[in-house]
């Protein structure tokens, strides 16, 4: 698997992957606005096929990068590939002098949450009823950070 930039024409294949894993998904449009944004990072990690297998979008502003979405494809699952785009993350992180990293989280992902302690993520705070239900509703952010 490689992981690189996306481009303009990935954005149809990253809404469509993000509409399989995520109750609020970006669209295309969303993606897009992401990739024109100078702050903004958005990776795509590809099979040997070049069908996506996970992605990550995040924003650095000065001292401080948080994530924004980062998503693995259903068949790519416990294979790392997540892991792999927090890497790339982190590294782009240091190298841009960044100190800290910030990520949320929805309170129920508990998956998602080993997997950033496992990471040296910490939770510092929480956002109440952030994010919307599918069946109404709405559920609290797990507000996390990583010291570089």
């Known amino acids: 698997m490689i992981v690189r930039t996306a481009r303009p024409e990935d954005c149809a294949a990253l809404a469509a992957l993000d509409a399989q894993c995520n109750p609020s998904p970006w669209s295309a449009a969303q993606f897009q606005t ?19 297998a996970g992605f990550a979008v995040w924003q650095t502003l000065f001292d401080e ?12 699952r416990r294979q790392g590939v997540a892991a792999q785009l927090l890497a790339e993350w982190f590294q782009t992180a240091l190298s841009t002098g960044v100190r800290r990293c910030f990520l949320e989280v929805r309170a129920s992902n508990l998956a998602a949450q080993a997997l950033y302690r496992k990471h040296g993520f910490s939770e510092c705070g929480r956002r109440r009823d952030y994010y919307p239900l599918p069946e109404g509703g709405r559920e609290d952010a797990v507000w996390m950070e990583k010291i570089c």
């Open 34 to 52: 992401a990739l024109n944004n100078r702050h903004s990072c958005v990776i795509i990690m590809e099979t040997a096929a070049q069908t996506p």
């Open 65 to 76: 990068s948080e994530l924004h979405l980062i998503a693995t494809a259903p068949a790519q």
